[in-house]
């Protein structure tokens, strides 16, 4: 399938699953030293292939496509150009994940599955929507994780491939849903240290096999 084809369809689980709402959220896919990128103000079941953007990672200049592109292309193109290893982000603004970023309460590991992640969610400081300072925080933030909270406003995952991503972004919100639940019934349990290694190791070979 091509990237293209692939991004809208990702774009379009977002909206069907929840994760997004409206024309919140963005999608990319890196590919050599250019990256697709989701369209800004385009609700996603209106999205078509020619829709997605080319966006050259050192200029961060469009070199394919018609829309503006999304409004956090900086985010995203300073992720890539700081971690050669990430082909592919999602960012949401998922309710319960953002409920954790508008509190600037890191998610922690109350469910192994936060292990696809890290070992738990930390919250990058606010900057204003699309700006550079925003993409610095959260690359500061992200360091080794798969994943990381953006204060008062969302999430960001990423991975190997979009489907990697997409899959993080779901998991965040599924642990922050049950970090609330938990909470909510005054009794958070997070993992020891050790079971959290353990745990890591595990997805290890899950997410290779
Ligand atoms: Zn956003």
């Known amino acids: 399938m091509s990237i293209k084809k692939e991004l809208v369809q990702y774009a379009k689980h977002c909206s069907s699953s929840g994760l997004t709402s409206g024309t919140s959220g963005n999608l990319s896919v890196r590919e050599g030293q250019v990256m697709y990128i989701t369209p800004s103000a385009l609700p996603y079941d209106q999205m078509e292939e020619e829709d997605i953007l080319e966006v050259d990672l050192q200029s961060g200049e469009v070199v394919n496509g018609t829309r503006k592109p999304s409004s956090e292309t900086p985010m995203h193109r300073f992720i890539y150009r700081k971690n050669s290893d990430i082909k592919s982000i999602v960012h949401t603004h998922s309710t319960y994940a953002t409920i954790f970023a508008c509190a600037h309460k890191t998610i922690p590991p109350v469910h192994y599955m936060i292990a696809d992640i890290g070992r738990e969610i930390p919250v990058a400081s606010y900057a204003t929507y699309g700006s550079?300072?925003?993409?610095?925080?959260?690359?500061?933030?992200?360091?080794?994780?798969?994943g990381v909270l953006l204060a008062n406003h969302g999430l960001v995952a990423v991975g190997d491939d979009l489907k990697d991503a997409y899959r993080r972004a779901e998991v965040i919100e599924?642990?922050?849903?049950?970090?609330?639940?938990?909470?909510?019934?005054?009794?958070?349990?997070?993992?020891?240290?050790?079971?959290?290694?353990?745990?890591?190791?595990?997805?290890?070979?899950?997410?290779?096999?």
Do not use: C, H, R, W
């Open 132 to 146: 550079e300072q925003l993409a610095n925080n959260t690359v500061e933030t992200l360091k080794d994780n798969k």
């Open 174 to 209: 599924e642990v922050a849903q049950l970090a609330y639940g938990s909470y909510t019934l005054d009794s958070v349990n997070p993992l020891t240290s050790e079971d959290l290694d353990d745990a890591l190791e595990g997805f290890k070979t899950y997410i290779s096999g």
